[in-house]
């Protein structure tokens, strides 16, 4: 899979943004601040929903602006797909899939992309949360039906909140509160199947996480990840350290006596205490957490094992060729060892898409298109030559917004207008994200 034309309208500091990438290596070059990685950040939406920097979609929204659209269209092999998506800055984001209204949660089907970013440090640095994130991630990507899941489990986790925490205040004893049955049952049902599926994730990554780390680090240092799971009475949100995942039983009956277990200490502090939202992956190397005592190379080496594991892992189990992989200003942090290793891994792939403020950092093989931005607007580009046998679509990949019309006129989609609103490029349809 490849991306061959991408189009912004109110983008982040883009007010318009147009631009043609091939196959291969494609690099965009900037200084810091001039919005490259706002290229990247759009590109990675269609798959994760999602930004890598930003938890919420407005600071995606340009200054002023009520809504931005980013499309794409992508190639596998002589097929090709316009996938559009209007980002409101307030209710329910807007999707289309060439030209016909879809709902947001249905762009992951047809988009796969692997973004690593200097952030990913906090996957294996930081909070359980980020690790909570990034597994969520790539299991819908895996599986576009989990995201139905996931937000299912997170809105019933927060009725449940909500009412413990009403029963807290007013005293409330658990024997009479009845409807709270009704919600362990809904929490039991989804934190399970969630549960269950980031078990299999972690069994699928541990040899690909292996092969990368060694390809990266030239070293084999055991890299290891395991789920605590506080169904199993490991709470990483309390700063335990257990890697139990070896369920005695099913996952389902574990989940319900752990919340009977918990059901005090839960109307006590009104917070609901077990389930996957509470749960950590952890990460070893050497037998030893990495959160603690990795040194910083091996903190990159598996942050970057991570996402080159998943890109495998997709890769492996898909119908849409290579997931699109994005390198996000990592080569200025690698040393020249690193460099080239990754470049080499990198090269791979149907298409891979790499940032940067200094064109010398990044290897030479991976400098085949180069795309310079400037100040939220691209100042140039180097030719791409036609994907798949087939000719660029019409259009200067230099160009205004308006010069994108000629690129994306057979798809049965409206152009966008530089001139125009979000909402002129893509009309309201009527379909609610309830991500």
Known sequence: MIVEHLSLVDFRNYAAADVVLGAGANVFIGRNGQGKTNLAEALAYFATLGSHRVSTDAPMVRHGADAAVVRARLAHGRRRVVLEVQINKQGSNKARVGGAPVKPAELPRYAQVVLFAPEDLQIVRGDPSARRRFADQLLVQRSPRMA???????????????????ARARGIRGDQLGTLDVWDDKLVTLGAALIDARLALAADLAGPLSRAYAAIAGADHDPRLEWALSVQGADPEEGADDERTELEGSTV?????????????ELERGITLVGPHRDDLVLRVRGLPVRGYASHGESWSVALGLRLASAELLRSESMLGDPILILDDVFAELDADRRARLAALAADYEQVIVTSAVEADVPEALRAHVVRVEAGTIVGIEPVEPAAGEPVAAGSAGSEAGGSEPAVRDTGVPAMDAGGSATDAVPPVGVADDR
Do not use: W
């Open 148 to 166: 139905g899941v996931i937000a299912d489990y997170d809105r019933v986790l927060r009725q449940r909140n909500a009412l413990l925490k009403s």
């Open 253 to 265: 009956d574990l989940f319900r006596a752990a919340l009977a277990a918990k059901r005090p200490a």
